[in-house]
Structure formats: structure tokens, C-alpha cells
């Protein structure tokens, strides 16, 4: 599998096809936005306009699916304030402004991947599993989250995973604990050829820590509040082990050792 050629960005009127309820505050918007759809990597995000009065800043959100034959986009996004339930209120029909896709994706050039995602942070690792599974790979995945109900991901997963591996803080489903608890096991033994990990930043840093120890390469998913999202405002800078760095545009998608250093 080679490397895919980093398109540039668009602007696209796209319109709501569905908008689904998939937990409690977490909802599934598909988009149709032929533009994004052929030219996204996982990994990538959009910043979002939503025509809804006293709403005027556009929201990053990493994408969840993209299928080039369709057309369309999916976003997987959690209502936290004005701005995302306005998103909510979206129905099918409607348009939303899509600038994008934006910043840097995962490496496509592995076979045998570990996906580790917490959280809302399922949402681009799920764009991952989709494309490597589309390109022949085989990536599995391991979910963590504090009760069974904050699984639903799994279904979702599911058609595009070798293996889904699940952890619950309260031992409601899978391995009691955090991911930690289950990945060295699954890392000594597993075959894998690198790791990928997206959710709450102290779970990346454990990730990393135990990727490295088996000698795996890890990429991380970092997120940051964003103002422009195109790597003018600097809002979203970070220190790496190669200095500054914009979490917009030379992310969101690092190498572990270069953030975690
Ligand atoms: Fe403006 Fe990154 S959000 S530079």
C-alpha cells in the first residue's frame, strides 16, 4: 500500500442526507459532499458552518467515514453547546458549509494496525479502519470506556475490523480497566506492525509508552481548541521534539515520540 497524494482543500455546500441519535448526546450526520469524500484521508478534518442564528464560527470536526462511491461523509460528533446543537437540529435536506479536509491523516503504508480510541475519539479512528480495510489491511481495534453503554462504537467498527478488543472502567463489558490494562498482552502477541491511538491525552501518553516498549510505532491524534484551523491563528501550537508545531495543519495526526517527548 503506498502513501495516498495529500489533495488540497475545499469549499462545499453539502447536504444533510441523515442525522441519527447513536447514544445519549452522540449523533451520526451524514453528509453527501462528493468533494470531501474523494479527496479525505483519515485522520483529516473539516470545519464546519452551520446557518443557525448566533452561530457564526466554524467547528472542527475529525471525519468518521468517507465513501468515494457514495458520495458522502459522515461526522460523529457529541452536543456540547450552541454550535454542535445546531448540528443536532440539522434534518435530512438541510446544508451545511464544509471547509476541508484539513491537517495531516495517518500513515496508510501498515497492514496489521492496533486502533486504540477512548471516547469521541472512535470517531477518526473509525475513518482509519474504514480506509485500511477498503486497501486490504487488517486492522484491529481496541475500545475503552467507562460502562458498556459507551461501546456502541463497536458496531460500528465492526465491518471494517479483523478484531475488536473492549475494555469498561466498571468491568460492565470486556477487560475491567482502562486500555492499558489490555494492551501489552494484545501488543506481545498480536503481530501487529504499529499502533494508532486517538481519546484523552493521558490515555495516548500510556499508548505510546507501552508501544514503545514493544517497538512499535505509534501515531497519535492530538486536539486542541482551533481558530482558524488553516495554521494562521496559531491557537492550536504545540511544542514537539522538532520545535512549534500547529496542531491544525501539521496535525492533528504526529508521531508519538514527537509530541510525547
Ligand atoms: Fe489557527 Fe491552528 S487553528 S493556526
Redesign the pocket.
Known amino acids: 500500500m503506498t502513501l495516498p497524494e495529500m489533495k488540497s482543500k475545499v469549499m462545499e455546500e453539502a447536504q444533510v442526507r441523515t442525522q441519527k441519535r447513536l447514544a445519549e448526546g452522540v449523533y451520526r450526520l451524514e453528509l453527501s459532499a462528493p468533494e470531501h469524500a474523494r479527496h479525505a484521508l483519515p485522520g483529516q478534518f473539516v470545519q464546519v458552518q452551520v446557518k443557525s442564528p448566533g452561530v457564526f464560527l466554524r467547528r472542527?470536526l475529525g471525519l468518521a467515514e468517507a465513501d468515494t462511491e457514495s458520495g458522502s461523509v459522515a461526522l460523529i460528533y457529541r452536543e456540547v453547546g450552541k454550535g454542535t446543537a445546531a448540528l443536532a437540529a440539522l434534518r435530512p435536506g438541510e446544508q451545511v458549509n464544509l471547509l476541508g479536509p484539513l491537517g495531516q491523516g495517518f500513515r496508510m503504508d501498515v497492514q496489521h494496525p492496533l486502533l486504540v480510541g477512548g471516547g469521541m475519539g472512535l470517531s477518526p479512528l473509525l475513518c482509519y479502519a474504514q480506509h485500511l480495510w477498503r486497501h486490504g489491511a487488517q486492522p484491529e481495534v481496541l475500545m475503552g470506556g467507562r460502562t458498556a453503554a459507551e461501546l456502541f462504537w463497536q458496531d460500528l467498527f465492526a465491518p471494517y475490523a479483523a478484531a475488536i478488543h473492549l475494555t469498561t472502567d466498571d468491568g460492565s463489558l470486556g477487560r475491567q480497566g482502562f486500555v492499558t490494562a489490555l494492551l501489552p498482552e494484545l501488543l506481545a502477541e498480536g503481530g501487529y506492525d504499529s499502533v494508532a491511538a486517538c481519546g484523552p491525552e493521558i490515555m495516548m501518553r500510556g499508548v505510546a509508552k507501552v508501544a514503545q516498549e514493544q517497538g512499535l510505532p505509534c501515531e497519535v491524534s492530538l486536539e486542541?481548541?482551533?481558530?482558524?484551523?488553516?495554521?494562521?491563528?496559531?491557537?492550536?501550537?504545540i511544542d514537539t521534539a522538532h520545535g512549534r508545531r500547529?496542531?491544525?495543519?501539521d496535525g492533528p495526526v504526529f508521531p508519538a515520540e514527537e509530541v510525547f517527548c
Do not use: E, I, Q
Not at 481548541?225 to 491557537?235: K, Q, T, V
Not at 500547529?246 to 495543519?249: A, D, F, Q, T
Open positions: 472542527p486542541r481548541r482551533m481558530g482558524c484551523g488553516l495554521g494562521a491563528c496559531l491557537s492550536c501550537a500547529k496542531v491544525c495543519k
